[in-house]
């Protein structure tokens, strides 16, 4: 007991100097031991890296969910050491709702069928999102965590250590300093009046405690400096493992960045399989007097025209005899021509196709043996294959 009520009263006296000159040096009443430009510079790199690694790891932790509440659950798991439970992604729950209005509509509809065909799509891309983002959390969210809950606080409680190092040793100077100019002061103004032969005696004594004061203190400042020194060395050898952090950092970058491109080129191969199939199905929208979407308008078509996505090639959609075929020397049937009006803007694939402007109108008909899906179109002199579900048949 005796040993530890002894260390507490050390421990408060330590903790009143370190205040005290604290605060006499945020007064501006207390000098203070600046450190080196190079050290500097360590440090507000250092904290640069910090502030920007938690910016970037909560934006990441945006991007791959963006649920703040789903956010907050798998923080409360991972600090009470339990496993994150599985999440359905996004994807995947819309197509559960599209196979069930498919089953419940008619799976054998236009419609259902289509609905099943984008539900399994949905499905693929729900789970390269999940592949995605396990990969992504563990090779680049996990080492940004894993620095700042481990190197930072380490160099964080170093740099705290060398702050109490350097208080202590401003709080030694100051106390030294103080000492020598009491010293100084009892050795040239005695304090007592000299006809009293006693108080050279007490001068003289006087003296002789500031004059040991003075020997503790340069003691004292010596041990300080060693120890100032000392933890100096290992917070500078800390923040310049800084460098190897941002190496291990743009690994992690690398791979993040791999990870990424896979996910959306495995998501470009989804949609692109995804749209090759919709091409197969007969177009609902043949023959229909409104197209559902998107709507046309009126005005000029070069101004309000809606332009669908990026098609694949069909040139392996047409049966093998047809990529043969020479439309030019293919003459119109007598009869089975009709009008039709483009509903979408279409850039040909090949020179055996016709490019198509939405609101325009063409001459459509169709050769034995050609796939359904596609007809001929006729626009002036020129002419080629069409995709069906771009046009509304009009007679």
Same mark, same amino acid.
């Given at each position: 007991?005796?040993?530890?009520m002894?260390k507490?009263?050390?421990?408060?006296g330590?903790?009143?100097t370190?205040a005290?000159?604290?605060?006499e040096?945020?007064l501006g009443?207390a000098e203070r031991?600046? $450190?080196?430009a190079?050290?500097?510079n360590? %440090?507000?790199?250092?904290?640069?890296t910090k502030?920007?690694t938690?910016k970037?790891?909560?934006q990441?932790e945006v991007? %791959?969910q963006?649920?703040?509440?789903?956010?907050?659950?798998?923080? %409360?798991y991972?600090?009470l *050491?339990r496993k994150v439970?599985?999440?359905?992604?996004n994807?995947?729950?819309?197509?559960q709702y599209?196979?069930?209005?498919?089953s419940?509509?008619?799976?054998?509809?236009?419609?259902g069928?289509?609905?099943?065909?984008?539900?399994?799509?949905?499905k693929?891309?729900?789970?390269?999102e999940?592949?995605?983002?396990?990969?992504a959390s563990i090779?680049?969210?996990?080492?940004?965590r894993?620095?700042?809950e481990g190197?930072?606080k380490?160099?964080?409680k170093e740099?705290?250590l060398?702050?109490? #190092?350097?208080?202590? $040793?401003?709080?030694?100077?100051?106390?030294?300093?103080?000492?020598?100019a009491a010293?100084?002061k009892?050795?040239?103004?005695?304090d007592f009046?000299e006809?009293?032969p006693?108080n050279?005696?007490?001068?003289a004594?006087a003296?002789?405690?500031?004059n040991?004061?003075v020997?503790k203190?340069?003691?004292?400042?010596r041990v300080?400096q060693t120890e100032? *020194?000392?933890?100096a060395?290992?917070?500078?050898l $800390?923040?310049?493992g800084?460098?190897?952090t941002h190496v291990?950092h743009?690994?992690?970058?690398? =791979?993040?960045?791999?990870?990424?491109?896979t996910?959306?080129?495995?998501?470009?191969?989804?949609?692109?399989?995804?749209q090759?199939?919709?091409?197969?199905?007969?177009?609902t929208f043949?023959?229909?007097?409104?197209?559902?979407? +998107?709507?046309?308008?009126?005005?000029?078509?070069t101004?309000?025209?809606?332009?669908?996505?990026m098609?694949?090639?069909?040139?392996?959609?047409?049966?093998?005899?047809?990529?043969?075929?020479?439309l030019?020397?293919?003459?119109? +049937?007598?009869s089975?021509t #009709?009008?039709?009006?483009?509903?979408y *803007?279409?850039?040909?694939?090949d020179?055996?196709? %016709?490019?198509l402007l939405? *609101?325009e109108?063409?001459?459509v008909y169709?050769?034995p043996g050609m796939?359904?899906d596609?007809l001929?179109?006729?626009?002036?002199?020129k002419?080629?294959?069409?995709?069906v579900?771009?046009? =509304?048949?009009?007679?």
């Amino acid at each position: 007991m005796d040993f530890n009520m002894k260390k507490l009263a050390s421990d408060a006296g330590i903790f009143f100097t370190r205040a005290v000159q604290f605060t006499e040096e945020k007064l501006g009443q207390a000098e203070r031991t600046e $450190l080196d430009a190079h050290f500097e510079n360590l %440090l507000a790199r250092a904290d640069s890296t910090k502030n920007w690694t938690e910016k970037i790891l909560r934006q990441t932790e945006v991007l %791959l969910q963006p649920n703040p509440s789903a956010r907050v659950e798998e923080f %409360l798991y991972e600090k009470l *050491d339990r496993k994150v439970p599985s999440r359905v992604t996004n994807g995947e729950l819309l197509a559960q709702y599209m196979a069930e209005a498919a089953s419940e509509l008619g799976p054998s509809t236009p419609y259902g069928k289509t609905l099943i065909k984008v539900a399994e799509a949905e499905k693929r891309l729900g789970a390269a999102e999940r592949d995605f983002i396990h990969t992504a959390s563990i090779n680049f969210l996990t080492p940004l965590r894993n620095f700042l809950e481990g190197d930072w606080k380490t160099i964080t409680k170093e740099r705290r250590l060398l702050q109490n #190092r350097r208080l202590d $040793l401003d709080a030694c100077k100051a106390r030294l300093k103080k000492a020598k100019a009491a010293e100084a002061k009892a050795t040239t103004v005695p304090d007592f009046q000299e006809t009293r032969p006693r108080n050279y005696i007490l001068s003289a004594s006087a003296s002789a405690l500031w004059n040991d004061e003075v020997d503790k203190s340069e003691q004292e400042l010596r041990v300080a400096q060693t120890e100032f *020194d000392r933890q100096a060395e290992v917070t500078r050898l $800390l923040l310049e493992g800084i460098s190897s952090t941002h190496v291990n950092h743009l690994r992690c970058l690398h =791979e993040f960045v791999e990870s990424q491109t896979t996910y959306y080129a495995q998501c470009y191969r989804h949609m692109l399989d995804l749209q090759k199939q919709l091409g197969r199905f007969p177009g609902t929208f043949v023959g229909t007097t409104e197209p559902a979407s +998107p709507p046309l308008s009126s005005t000029s078509p070069t101004t309000t025209a809606a332009t669908m996505p990026m098609e694949p090639s069909v040139a392996g959609l047409a049966p093998p005899g047809e990529a043969a075929l020479c439309l030019e020397e293919v003459a119109p +049937p007598a009869s089975g021509t #009709r009008k039709a009006r483009v509903l979408y *803007d279409y850039e040909a694939a090949d020179s055996s196709e %016709l490019a198509l402007l939405a *609101d325009e109108l063409i001459t459509v008909y169709s050769l034995p043996g050609m796939d359904p899906d596609w007809l001929i179109g006729e626009r002036g002199n020129k002419k080629g294959k069409v995709p069906v579900t771009y046009l =509304e048949l009009l007679s």
